[in-house]
């Protein structure tokens, strides 16, 4: 009497089976901790434990759902977290380092709706130093978000199929205030190439009153280079341009962005009015040595240029790196930094990782491990 319930079951377990074939849902992370000497931070040195250096410490989930017909439904989930105190990140955002669902096919490109990237970040961001090693290598107060400070809630985002190495991407945030449609704003779009041994990503992004529409954003005023001009902002904007070629075990890279803090209201922040602006040119270079061990260097020089007072802060940064891989999925690194303030600017501030200088001079050096799984 159980052997037709015992084949119907089994049945049925078979048959669901085939659908789940269909779906995949993976479970990913980083965890990166180190010690991080500075010499200077407000006239004093210091010893830190920091986590998320090399690369944020994570966890997420990523999903995929085959609707058929080369359309899947795609989701992301993911935690930003400090493993020495285990606080959630993004301003205590239990996912704040990303969440979306969408459409993907595989004719017409992806669509997608929740927390997500800009595209300063995502296409020029990759090539920098920052981008390449991680956050101790910042342009000066993450100026141009392309060490990804700040995500942009209640968003849209298009990326394009893949078409002879070409990708365009937009992605537009909702400012979610009732009548005024553009209050809060942020539109952002794209443009990559990546072809044999060249690439190339060129974005530009604008927001509408940025310390309220990406509030995680370093716009504080401890942010001594551009923390007050982002609070007194009502526009800013941003673009920028990236190249890498790469020649066996070595890759070389240029950058270029541009950032514009506009409207500053002179009762907020820097209490100036006007705008300012700032340019960033950045050469990154990275080798190989052996398939284990990797060495790198960046040099990025910034010019700020303050239309009210007609100042020109300027900025000076050298990276170094030598990471070494023990495995597939670890790693361990040694890596130092430098900035120097000259023209008009008075402090070094190797933001928002570490409090400015006294002086125009600020110094880091970090021995971190980093696990993926």
């Known amino acids: 009497m159980k052997t037709p319930l015992v084949t119907a079951s089994l049945a049925a377990l078979c048959a669901s089976g085939s659908v ?67 606080k959630l990140l993004q301003q205590g955002r239990e996912f704040g380092r990303g969440a979306y669902v969408g459409l993907s096919s595989n004719t017409y490109g992806t669509l997608t709706f929740g927390r997500q990237n800009e595209l300063m970040g995502d296409y020029v961001g990759q090539y920098t130093a920052n981008g390449n090693w991680g956050i101790l290598f910042p342009h000066p107060g993450d100026l141009d978000n392309t060490g990804i400070d700040y995500r942009v809630n209640n968003a849209v985002r298009y990326a394009s199929p893949v078409i002879h190495g070409v990708q365009a991407g937009a992605v537009y945030g909702f400012g979610n205030v009732a009548g005024e449609l553009n209050r809060d704003a942020v539109k952002s779009f794209g443009l990559k190439y990546s072809g044999g041994p060249l690439a190339l990503a060129a974005a530009f992004t604008t927001i509408d009153h940025p310390a309220e529409a990406v509030p995680e954003g370093v716009w504080t005023s401890t942010n001594a280079i551009d923390g007050n001009y982002g609070l007194a902002a009502s526009k800013y904007q941003s673009f920028g341009f990236a190249g890498q070629y790469t020649f066996g075990a070595a890759k070389v890279a240029a950058i270029y962005t541009n950032t514009r803090f506009m409207g500053l209201d002179p009762t907020v922040g820097a209490n100036i009015g006007g705008h300012v602006t700032f340019q960033i040119f950045e050469l990154v270079a990275g080798y190989f040595i052996t398939p284990a061990l990797q060495l790198g260097t960046g040099y990025s020089y910034t010019e700020g240029n303050v239309s009210a007072t007609s100042q020109k802060p300027k900025y000076h940064n050298v990276d170094a790196i030598a990471d070494y891989f023990l495995s597939k999925r670890t790693d361990a690194y040694l890596q130092a930094t430098w900035m120097h303030a000259a023209g008009d600017a008075q402090y070094a501030d190797l933001a928002p990782v570490l409090q400015r200088s006294s002086t125009s001079n600020q110094i880091e050096v970090r021995l971190g491990l980093r696990h993926r799984f």
């Open 20 to 86: 789940w074939a269909q779906s995949s849902v993976t479970l990913y992370g980083i965890i990166d901790e180190g010690l991080t000497f500075s010499n200077n931070q407000l006239g004093e040195k210091s010893w830190q434990m920091q986590s998320g250096i090399s690369q944020g410490s994570r966890w997420g989930l990523l999903g995929s759902e085959d609707l058929g017909g080369g359309l899947s439904a795609v989701f992301r989930l993911e935690n930003g977290f400090d493993i020495n105190s285990g």
